[in-house]
């Protein structure tokens, strides 16, 4: 299984998911995993501070495209219309309240397994 955070330092989960710098991805295994890429966050230049958030002229496709090979993208919060794009491009969303990287994967381990 192979899921994406949203991190801008490779430690830290981005809270504003598709704004993040890039995207750490790894693979799970039983109850371990392993880095695989950081994928660059070419989308996230589009985004500005004080941009209307109730106009959506565009979508994510750059990302989902990117991550298209991903199963899940680990996340504290995800805008409606990332989400809307993510599940439409058959990637699930997993939330997590953990603030590094490796606290958010330990967490998605453990609740895939239940």
């Known amino acids: 299984m192979r899921i994406a955070i949203p991190t801008n330092d490779k430690e830290t989960l981005f809270k504003r998911s598709g704004q993040a710098k890039g995207f750490l991805v790894a693979d799970i ?46 996340v504290n919060m995800i805008g409606k219309h990332f989400g809307g794009d993510l599940k439409e491009a058959g990637i699930k969303i997993f939330k997590t309240d953990k603030v590094t990287v490796n606290e958010a994967i330990d967490h998605f381990i453990e609740n895939e397994q239940k």
């Open 29 to 74: 295994s039983g109850n371990g995993f392993s880095v695989v890429d950081y994928r660059k966050n070419s989308h996230s230049h589009h985004h500005h501070h004080g941009e209307d958030e109730g106009h959506h002229g565009h979508s994510h496709k750059e990302i989902t495209d990117a991550l298209g090979d991903c199963d899940f993208l680990v």
